[in-house]
């Protein structure tokens, strides 16, 4: 079956401005995960959904960071008034919660110009 | 403070050897381990994972092994070939928390030599 899509693959922005990345999860999966990935490093979690419900969002660096997930399937993370810092690669990930295993998507590369 | 650590940032082996990654972690409370293979320009594939109570997970040519006294987990691939060729890297997680996060390292780069 289809794994987890994510949109866009890539996204340049200018700072201050808004941007919403989205993930569609594998079909079935109860969790989702967003993690973010500098270059030469591994993912670093940011925020974790349950269904709709956002189980941990102790990763997200700030309140310029949300996560919603309101039907418990698409998500959407959205960084308001952007900044140069925050250009990394977006990824996300998700899992049935009967096992451990998490799926990753291909990742949203975002640059802030 | 880097709670996963994999200190080789790179490994070349020799088609048909064998190829040993390692990674070491600080936190007690990670009770199940996982290495994920990443191509460039996809996302990670998981590849096997581990929990705290055992000490070897074996799926064809892959196995690790988790040394809980010492901290370290280290993933064997035997034989080596061609397409293992990618970066590694391990994470981990508090389960019995309820911690649903992973944690990583900051990966391996294998290199495949024929």
Same mark, same amino acid.
């Given at each position: 079956?289809?794994?987890?899509?994510?949109?866009?693959?890539?996204?340049?922005?200018?700072?201050?401005?808004?941007?919403?990345?989205?993930?569609?999860?594998?079909?079935?999966?109860?969790?989702?995960?967003?993690?973010?990935?500098?270059?030469?490093?591994?993912?670093?979690?940011?925020?974790?959904?349950?269904?709709?419900?956002?189980?941990?969002?102790?990763?997200?660096?700030?309140?310029?960071?949300?996560?919603?997930?309101?039907?418990?399937?698409?998500?959407?993370?959205?960084?308001?008034? &952007?900044?140069?810092?925050?250009?990394?690669?977006?990824?996300?990930?998700?899992?049935?919660?009967?096992?451990?295993?998490?799926?990753?998507?291909?990742? &949203?590369?975002?640059?802030?110009? | 403070?880097?709670?996963?650590?994999?200190?080789?940032?790179?490994?070349?082996?020799?088609?048909? +050897?064998?190829?040993?990654?390692?990674?070491?972690?600080?936190?007690?409370?990670?009770?199940?381990?996982?290495?994920?293979?990443?191509?460039?320009?996809?996302?990670?594939?998981?590849?096997?994972?581990?929990?705290?109570?055992?000490?070897?997970?074996?799926?064809?040519?892959?196995?690790?092994?988790?040394?809980?006294?010492?901290?370290?987990?280290?993933?064997?691939?035997?034989?080596?070939?061609?397409?293992?060729?990618?970066?590694?890297?391990?994470?981990?997680?508090?389960?019995?928390?309820?911690?649903?996060?992973?944690?990583?390292?900051?990966?391996? +780069?294998?290199?495949?030599?024929?």
């Amino acid at each position: 079956g289809a794994g987890v899509s994510q949109s866009p693959r890539y996204k340049v922005t200018k700072r201050g401005q808004d941007v919403a990345l989205r993930c569609d999860p594998i079909s079935g999966h109860v969790s989702l995960y967003w993690y973010r990935q500098a270059l030469g490093q591994g993912p670093e979690f940011l925020t974790y959904f349950n269904y709709e419900a956002q189980q941990d969002k102790s990763g997200l660096p700030n309140d310029r960071f949300s996560a919603e997930r309101p039907e418990g399937s698409i998500s959407t993370l959205t960084i308001q008034r &952007t900044e140069q810092r925050d250009s990394a690669m977006y990824r996300c990930a998700s899992s049935s919660g009967t096992d451990y295993e998490q799926y990753f998507g291909p990742g &949203t590369r975002l640059t802030v110009t | 403070d880097q709670q996963v650590k994999q200190n080789s940032p790179s490994l070349s082996v020799q088609e048909g +050897r064998i190829s040993i990654l390692n990674c070491d972690y600080t936190n007690s409370m990670f009770d199940y381990f996982l290495w994920y293979k990443k191509y460039p320009a996809e996302g990670p594939t998981f590849l096997i994972s581990i929990s705290s109570i055992k000490d070897k997970n074996e799926d064809g040519r892959f196995t690790v092994f988790l040394n809980k006294s010492a901290k370290h987990l280290s993933l064997h691939i035997v034989p080596s070939q061609p397409g293992d060729s990618a970066v590694y890297f391990c994470a981990a997680s508090a389960m019995s928390e309820g911690a649903q996060k992973l944690v990583f390292g900051q990966g391996t +780069r294998l290199t495949i030599n024929p």
